[in-house]
């Protein structure tokens, strides 16, 4: 499974760092979504997937 | 196995999803009184209103949720012990229940939506909201919660002239707190907001607002903010157990195989001890992942943190945990006149909530540490 975010429509809300801040880590200056495990781990997934869940942007989509 | 979920908005869809995503195969079945599937909201009172040109976003497409919709009908009960909802002259038979009717926005006689007064909770309100919003409009916003602060930002960023009348003395305050409240209640003032405080609305009368202070404000546009209620009043006589939302245990379960998401929750939160109601975004996206998972048959409590966003003043508000007055109030980065800052709240040191403005990064450990149930250092 990868995950990818659309910057351009990510507004730094950082609910996806919560949800699994192994996948997803947060820009030092405008705390947009960086993806740090690609492809996610099995054991990462469904932290994944609750940060695609969770983002109020809907700016993160699972690509695989 | 039939699944009937009453409820086309974010909590009861989300919910749907996230049980076809566990691999649960039932049959499905929505209903819901609006026409459609409800947009997303939280826009509705931000870029949505800025944006003539933005349109709604459906919480879901059909094709994501492999349900039977059945849209502008009305369940009218529902009868525990023959598991069935009412809907018409027919009953729906359930094996499981979702309630996820959510709440309407909450009027009072003489404050309710007429002729250039107005509600926000859909998309066509927003709509009708966004047509008054010209420059040099005299808005008047009855109601200093999040969703007042928003539309008042926007507003006056398009050029609005814009009042806020609270009856509280400070914005957001039940959100934010008195010390907090005062904070933004300030910066919303110095961006050109009249604030009238400590003040009740008597009645709204064509293109007047008369305040319980005896003053009258004009005003081309009026937005009612005065929160939601409910929508209990179909579970009447079921025999669940109604308290300003539909008492659950720590599963969401209001009664077995029913379960109760998203704003009309009010839930046993394993984390205070107590029963919570939540109207926000992440709750009701939280709360369908977790009926969902009891509903598939793995056992798990929903004991969150609560966290609620607001963008206004160019920035973004967030809060974890639940803010109360009576607990010490402490600025860990930044300063209530700076642009960003980061401020908790603690009782003996113990953590209870943490709300920055602008500021996610400094934010999040103090997240963690509400989580782990930590003590603030000294």
Same mark, same amino acid.
């Given at each position: ?11 730094? #809300?950082?609910?996806? #760092? ?13 705390? #947009? ?32 | ?12 869809? %989300? ?56 849209? $502008?009908?009305?369940? +009218? ?38 002729? $250039? ?9 927003? &709509?009708?909201? @966004? ?16 969703? $007042?602060?928003?539309?008042?930002? +926007? ?30 209640? %300030? @910066? ?23 305040? +319980? ?27 669940? +157990? ?22 009309? &929750? ?24 977790? &009926? ?55 009782? $003996? ?30």
């Amino acid at each position: 499974m990868r995950v990818s975010v659309d910057l351009n429509v990510c507004q730094g #809300h950082g609910v996806c #760092h919560m949800s699994e801040p192994r996948v997803y880590e947060l820009d030092e200056t405008d705390g #947009h979504s960086i993806v740090i495990a690609d492809p996610v781990p099995a054991d990462l997934e469904a932290g994944a997937r609750l940060g695609v869940d969770s983002c109020p942007e809907r700016a993160i989509s699972i690509v695989e | 196995m039939e699944i009937v979920v009453v409820g086309a908005s974010l909590a009861g869809l %989300r919910t749907i999803q996230a049980l076809r995503r566990l691999g649960v195969d039932a049959a499905i079945t929505v209903v819901d009184r609006q026409p459609e599937i409800a947009c997303d909201r939280p826009p509705l009172s931000k870029t949505f209103l800025a944006d003539p040109a933005a349109l709604p976003r459906p919480v879901a497409t059909p094709d994501e949720l492999g349900a039977e919709l059945l849209l $502008g009908q009305v369940a +009218t009960d529902v009868d525990l012990a023959d598991r069935s909802v009412g809907l018409g002259p027919r009953r729906l038979h359930y094996d499981t229940l979702v309630i996820a009717s959510g709440s309407a926005p909450r009027t009072f006689p003489g404050l309710e939506p007429g002729p $250039g007064v107005h509600v926000l909770r859909t998309a066509a309100h927003a &709509a009708q909201i @966004r047509a008054g919003l010209l420059p040099g409009a005299r808005v008047v916003i009855v109601g200093g919660g999040f969703i $007042g602060a928003e539309i008042a930002w +926007t507003a006056r960023s398009l050029g609005c002239d814009v009042a806020i009348v609270e009856p509280l003395p400070a914005l957001m305050m039940r959100g934010l707190g008195p010390e907090l409240g005062a904070v933004f209640s %300030r @910066r919303h003032a110095a961006n050109g907001v009249l604030l009238r405080l400590g003040t009740g609305v008597a009645s709204v009368e064509s293109s007047r607002v008369r305040l +319980t202070s005896g003053d009258e404000l004009a005003a081309d546009i009026v937005v009612l903010g005065l929160g939601t209620t409910p929508e209990v009043s179909w579970l009447d006589g079921s025999g669940l +157990t109604i308290r300003d939302g539909v008492v659950c245990d720590a599963q969401l379960r209001a009664a077995p195989d029913v379960y109760a998401v998203g704003d009309i &929750a009010r839930w046993l939160n394993p984390r205070y001890g107590e029963l919570v109601r939540v109207e926000h975004w992440t709750n009701a996206v939280e709360q369908a992942s977790v &009926a969902a998972a009891n509903i598939a048959g793995t056992p798990t409590v929903y004991d969150a943190v609560p966290y609620v966003w607001s963008d206004q003043l160019g920035g973004r508000l967030q809060i974890f945990g639940r803010v109360r007055a009576e607990d010490e109030l402490r600025f860990v980065f930044g300063s209530p006149d700076e642009p960003k800052f980061v401020a908790v709240t603690h009782r $003996g040191g113990v953590l209870q909530s943490a709300v920055g403005f602008s500021a996610i990064r400094e934010l999040l450990p103090y997240r963690k540490q509400l989580i782990e149930g930590g003590v603030l250092a000294a």
